[in-house]
């Protein structure tokens, strides 16, 4: 793993939604947004499932995924190659997953409509940062700002 979860943990609040790429057992690809990634210790991540019946069958076939999630501070992007290990349907991580899924929903209006149905824990075997643009510093001499 080059880049630590730990040091990337803004990318697990949220603010922008992760994606979830995978391969079916034909090599048929499929990608989907997630609600949630949460960062459960060093090496594992779990995932909310509401909506992934395609994703899941993949996940079942192949046992592998790829995850994007991204920071909502500073727009950097880390790959997340993972590994299935189980399915969670209650238990701290689900309680606390579920729960903040709730407050996601309420908070846009949508009630009962993200239910989260398991939680998928991952073992994330490597995390990379993503090559972007260089970071566009300000130039403006002192006095001559935009107005």
Not at 63 to 92: I, K, N, Y
Not at 124 to 132: D, H, M, Q, Y
Request: hydrophobic share 40%; charged share 20%.
């Amino acid at each position: 793993m080059k880049t630590p979860l730990a040091s990337i943990r803004d990318c697990f609040e949220g603010v922008i939604p992760s994606i979830i790429a995978t391969l079916d057992a034909a090599g048929q690809p499929n990608v989907s947004y997630l609600s949630q990634v949460y960062l459960v210790d060093d090496d594992h991540v779990a995932l909310s499932n509401q909506f992934f019946s395609k994703t899941a069958a993949n996940v079942a076939a192949t046992g592998r995924a790829h995850v994007l999630v991204v920071s909502g501070r500073t727009g950097e992007q880390f790959a997340l190659d993972v590994e299935h290990r189980a399915s969670l349907v209650d238990g701290p991580v689900f309680e606390k997953m579920s729960a903040q899924l709730t407050a996601i929903s309420s908070q846009h209006g949508v009630g009962d409509a993200m239910v989260l149905r398991s939680a998928e824990l991952y073992r994330v075997r490597e995390c990379r940062a993503i090559p972007g643009p260089p970071m566009l510093a300000q130039t403006f001499a002192p006095g001559t700002q935009d107005r």
